[in-house]
């Protein structure tokens, strides 16, 4: 059943700031009153409208029937805390221009590291998942100088370029049909040697496939590499509890890789840019370190300037995050992990439809809340023209998903369909919002429609 509101944006919060706001005030009432500079604020109204008016030419990222790429809407309780913070405007670069928020990064921080069972650790926010994993690369450059990089075809591009800039040597390893990847083609590189660092991919972000981290683990001690889990889109989903067995066991090891990357920007609940770089040994700070004349002068604590590549950061992001996982706490069973596993099921349910559709060839079952299908038609070239239509269709009637490249041999396709290329042009649904749960018959609808549209009536 559809939640129905009154207004698509939430905003009954917004009293709640103007009270936060006052409490903030009564804290800096014993300053000596100042003269504030005189600020424009006659045409404010008329720019911040047609602002508003120009913000209309997106997409509906917040509605359940925007299921295309990976966005999510900030918790109310994030966008509040993020505003709060903007009054004073922190920088978290140096405690010197951030204690409060600095704090409150490092206990955030330090609650990413207890989900997946780290209670020492080293790790910051960044600026998004890119420059996490740069990060964790860097580190594993200065770890191991000239050895090699390996991850899977189906990563996230950014590790080979980000290696490129690091210069780093880098090399992609085949995947499974299931876009995991491949462990034969992995052992068979290992074996060759002058390996560094095996990054694990933990929900790729065009299907939400888990790599067998178990497996890989068993690969290290045998090979001796270091292992970076990439888990920026998949990493809090370690607090559901209705993955499959086999994604389950890769969760559950987790707590052993030397760095992990998770996005809260993502399924975190937070506006953006806000990515988390953690690694398990603290040790590594020592790559960090450097001298600065002016930023470190009042207090012998760490500064989280002093264990990051960046400089200037919002200390916003922080409190937004804290606040966040203050009102949700990451543990398995509560609101926050329901919610995600509401996103799962979302996407089950919707591959069950697809499944019994005589027109789609789902891909295999997802593991996390990405769903990705097929079009049946007579070649693979037809079947990608037909997925862009249905895309295109699909929209019209108010519904958006997205369209991806993949592998023919990610799909089981019929006998007699002629395989004229390599890729099939397939659309892709991200589940990510738990609302999409209750919204699949809709969406399932609407997809049918577009399909009825664009392919015919079928029996």
């Given at each position: 059943?559809?939640?129905?509101?009154?207004?698509?944006?939430e905003?009954n919060?917004?009293?709640?700031?103007?009270?936060?706001?006052?409490?903030?005030?009564?804290?800096f009432?014993?300053?000596?009153?100042?003269a504030r500079?005189?600020?424009?604020?006659?045409?404010?109204?008329?720019?911040?409208?047609?602002?508003?008016?120009?913000?209309?030419?997106?997409?509906p990222?917040?509605?359940?029937?925007y299921?295309?790429?990976?966005?999510?809407?900030?918790?109310?309780?994030?966008?509040l805390?993020?505003?709060?913070?903007?009054?004073?405007?922190?920088?978290?670069?140096?405690?010197?221009?951030?204690r409060?928020?600095?704090?409150?990064?490092?206990?955030a921080?330090?609650?990413?590291?207890?989900?997946?069972?780290?209670?020492?650790?080293?790790?910051?926010?960044?600026?998004?998942?890119?420059?996490?994993?740069?990060?964790?690369?860097?580190?594993?450059?200065q770890?191991?100088?000239?050895?090699?990089?390996?991850?899977?075809?189906?990563?996230?591009?950014?590790?080979?370029?980000?290696?490129?800039?690091?210069?780093?040597?880098f090399?992609?390893?085949?995947?499974?049909?299931?876009?995991?990847?491949?462990?034969?083609?992995?052992?068979?590189?290992?074996?060759?040697?002058?390996?560094?660092?095996?990054?694990?991919?933990?929900g790729?972000?065009?299907?939400?496939?888990?790599?067998?981290?178990?497996?890989?683990?068993?690969?290290?001690?045998?090979?001796?590499?270091?292992i970076?889990?990439?888990?920026?889109?998949?990493?809090y989903?370690?607090?559901?509890?209705?993955?499959?067995?086999?994604?389950?066991?890769?969760?559950?090891?987790?707590?052993?890789?030397?760095?992990?990357?998770?996005?809260?920007?993502?399924?975190g609940?937070q506006?953006?840019?806000?990515?988390?770089?953690?690694?398990?040994?603290?040790?590594?700070?020592?790559?960090?370190?450097?001298?600065?004349?002016?930023?470190?002068?009042?207090?012998?604590?760490?500064?989280?300037?002093?264990i990051?590549?960046e400089c200037s950061?919002?200390?916003?992001?922080?409190?937004?995050?804290?606040?966040?996982?203050?009102?949700?706490?990451?543990?398995?069973?509560?609101?926050?992990?329901?919610?995600?596993?509401?996103s799962?099921?979302?996407?089950?349910?919707?591959?069950?439809?697809?499944?019994?559709?005589?027109?789609?060839?789902?891909?295999?079952?997802?593991?996390?809340?990405?769903?990705?299908w097929?079009?049946?038609?007579?070649?693979?070239?037809?079947?990608s023209?037909?997925?862009?239509?249905?895309?295109?269709?699909?929209?019209?009637?108010?519904?958006?998903?997205?369209?991806?490249?993949?592998?023919?041999s990610?799909?089981?396709?019929?006998?007699?369909?002629?395989?004229?290329?390599?890729?099939?042009?397939?659309?892709?649904?991200?589940?990510?919002?738990?609302?999409?749960?209750?919204?699949?018959?809709?969406?399932?609808?609407?997809?049918d429609?577009?399909?009825?549209?664009?392919?015919?009536?079928?029996?």
């Amino acid at each position: 059943m559809e939640n129905k509101t009154s207004a698509m944006l939430e905003k009954n919060s917004l009293s709640i700031l103007f009270k936060a706001l006052g409490a903030l005030e009564e804290g800096f009432a014993d300053l000596p009153a100042h003269a504030r500079e005189a600020q424009e604020t006659s045409g404010m109204e008329a720019v911040l409208l047609e602002a508003a008016a120009r913000l209309q030419d997106n997409y509906p990222y917040f509605h359940p029937l925007y299921a295309g790429q990976m966005l999510k809407p900030p918790h109310p309780v994030a966008r509040l805390a993020y505003a709060l913070a903007m009054w004073i405007n922190p920088n978290n670069h140096a405690l010197d221009g951030g204690r409060a928020s600095s704090a409150m990064e490092k206990e955030a921080v330090a609650g990413i590291a207890r989900m997946i069972g780290w209670d020492t650790h080293l790790g910051h926010l960044c600026g998004g998942g890119t420059m996490s994993n740069m990060e964790a690369l860097w580190v594993s450059g200065q770890l191991r100088p000239g050895d090699t990089v390996l991850a899977s075809q189906q990563a996230h591009y950014t590790h080979h370029r980000l290696s490129s800039v690091l210069g780093l040597n880098f090399e992609s390893v085949p995947t499974d049909r299931k876009s995991r990847m491949d462990l034969s083609q992995l052992e068979k590189r290992l074996e060759q040697g002058r390996v560094g660092t095996v990054i694990v991919t933990i929900g790729t972000t065009a299907t939400g496939s888990v790599d067998p981290l178990p497996e890989l683990l068993s690969l290290r001690d045998k090979y001796g590499f270091r292992i970076h889990a990439d888990a920026a889109y998949g990493g809090y989903f370690c607090l559901v509890d209705n993955l499959m067995e086999e994604t389950r066991r890769a969760y559950d090891r987790l707590s052993e890789v030397d760095s992990i990357v998770i996005d809260p920007h993502k399924h975190g609940l937070q506006p953006y840019g806000c990515g988390c770089v953690i690694f398990k040994d603290p040790s590594v700070g020592r790559f960090y370190k450097h001298d600065s004349p002016y930023t470190y002068f009042s207090s012998n604590e760490l500064h989280l300037g002093e264990i990051s590549l960046e400089c200037s950061r919002p200390g916003a992001s922080a409190v937004g995050l804290w606040a966040t996982q203050k009102l949700l706490p990451l543990v398995k069973g509560g609101v926050f992990a329901t919610g995600l596993g509401k996103s799962r099921s979302a996407a089950l349910a919707l591959f069950k439809k697809l499944a019994a559709d005589n027109r789609f060839i789902p891909a295999f079952t997802p593991e996390l809340d990405i769903v990705v299908w097929a079009v049946k038609a007579p070649s693979a070239s037809r079947s990608s023209e037909l997925a862009r239509g249905i895309f295109s269709e699909a929209a019209l009637f108010g519904l958006h998903l997205a369209l991806a490249e993949m592998p023919v041999s990610f799909f089981d396709l019929p006998g007699d369909m002629v395989v004229d290329q390599d890729s099939l042009t397939s659309l892709r649904s991200v589940l990510m919002k738990p609302e999409h749960f209750d919204w699949i018959d809709r969406i399932y609808d609407i997809l049918d429609q577009a399909g009825k549209h664009v392919c015919g009536h079928q029996d």
